[in-house]
């Protein structure tokens, strides 16, 4: 699995038997590829509850060289526009995204009230979008926070702010 981890707000603390170790922090996001096999644990060493959001997707290949890695996001580069977090893409790599092994995009932004973003989705692509916190429509349906939508058939995504709104979007090929 390619095993994706926003941290949403706290921070959690990452060890794997690969010697890996790593402290990753709210609105920081750490990717895991278990590749060939990778023993593990994450652990809230805090003294605050941490909320995170892990996104596991399947990759096109089994096995291969595990993998971990841990990247900041800060919340400002990403207001009123989505940001690609990781992503199987070379070009977005190059860009700053933590790489996974699928062609597949995780992306976030902070909007706020009446702030839209959209975002096109490709043939044969599915999407998924959650709404960390606030409100706002999606291609005219209405989501409040922790809502989702498992988005397909459509050319592209609109997301309009109907409050101050942090999403959470995965773009992903239909397998």
Do not use: C
Not at 31 to 42: D, F, I, L, N, P
Not at 46 to 66: A, S
Not at 122 to 150: H, M, Q
Request: aromatic share 6%.
């Amino acid at each position: 699995m390619e095993i994706i981890t926003y941290v949403r707000s706290g921070a959690i603390t990452h060890q794997d038997s690969l010697g890996n170790r790593g402290r990753t922090e709210a609105g920081d996001v750490q990717v895991m590829s278990a590749g060939s096999g990778v023993t593990h644990a994450e652990y809230n060493l805090e003294d605050e509850k941490t909320t995170i959001y892990q996104i596991w997707i399947v990759p096109k290949e089994r096995g291969g060289k595990p993998y971990w890695g841990a990247a900041k996001f800060p919340k400002s580069d990403r207001a009123g526009t989505l940001v690609t977090l990781a992503s199987g893409f070379e070009e977005d790599q190059s860009a700053g995204a933590l790489p996974i092994r699928q062609d597949a995009r995780v992306l976030a932004a902070t909007l706020n009230k009446g702030q839209d973003v959209s975002y096109s989705l490709g043939e044969g692509r599915r999407a998924y979008l959650a709404l960390a916190k606030g409100s706002a429509k999606v291609n005219g349906i209405k989501l409040g926070p922790r809502d989702g939508a498992a988005i397909s058939a459509e050319d592209a995504i609109r997301i309009e702010a109907s409050d101050d709104a942090e999403i959470v979007l995965v773009d992903a090929p239909q397998i």
